[in-house]
């Protein structure tokens, strides 16, 4: 079974700055898709950015970049230039590219943003 | 507006008396799920349906029936709820039958079993 990680439960950082956000999986698959879920204080489930394993080029959105290192199964997220609204409670995600479309979810990071 | 609405958003009731959470979509999706959120836990699938009329286990069903008469409604029933089914609960729903496809969330319902 699919199995995802989110060794930091809470993490701070300083607005502006650049955190990042760690997840890793296991899988014995070869094809699947990996996502990072926002959830601010309104319960909302926000997609942030989903990576393909098949490409190697790490997705980015903005200020939103993943470092995908399908070796060592793991995805982690970067934020730069952090802002107040970045706020919110951070889950990895995975996705086998077949079947049932079942999202399985790490336990989630609660980011803090410090003005 | 495309999106997925739940009803109700909060809820508060007693051991044993049956309820039903409505998901609803106006997107035309195929695929349709529920999911379970739990301090410690993240999500969980409790139901997922790929068409209508075709519904199946996730990985937390016990407790827990679905239906899916029509394309656009799952509602999630709980015939005799018990304390350790309180929790935030999401319905979700995609296109379906394709390599990816977003999956679209609804806001949320807050379930308390006294």
């Known amino acids: 079974a699919q199995t995802v990680t989110q060794s930091q439960p809470e993490m701070s950082v300083q607005e502006a700055e650049t955190v990042t956000l760690s997840c890793t999986y296991d899988t014995s698959e070869s094809d699947y898709y990996l996502f990072w879920y926002k959830q601010p204080p309104s319960r909302q489930m926000i997609l942030v950015i989903r990576q393909e394993a098949y490409k190697q080029q790490n997705a980015t959105e903005n200020r939103f970049s993943v470092n995908f290192q399908k070796a060592a199964k793991s995805f982690s997220l970067k934020i730069s230039d952090s802002q107040l609204g970045d706020a919110a409670m951070y889950f990895c995600a995975y996705r086998a590219n077949f079947g049932n479309e079942k999202l399985t979810f790490g336990t989630g990071t609660r980011l803090t943003i410090i003005p | 507006e495309a999106q997925v609405t739940q009803n109700p958003r909060y809820l508060i009731t007693v051991t044993g008396k049956k309820l039903t959470v409505t998901c609803s979509q106006n997107m035309n999706h195929e695929y349709m799920s529920w999911y379970r959120q739990d301090p410690g836990l993240g999500l969980r699938q409790i139901y997922y349906s790929m068409n209508v009329e075709v519904t199946d286990k996730g990985d937390v069903p016990e407790g827990y029936k679905v239906s899916r008469k029509e394309k656009r409604n799952f509602p999630l029933i709980l015939e005799s709820p018990s304390p350790n089914q309180t929790s935030l609960y999401f319905c979700?729903?995609?296109?379906?039958?394709?390599?990816?496809?977003?999956?679209?969330f609804g806001p949320g319902t807050r379930l308390t079993v006294l």
């Open positions: 979700a729903s995609s296109l379906g039958r394709m390599p990816y496809n977003e999956q679209f």
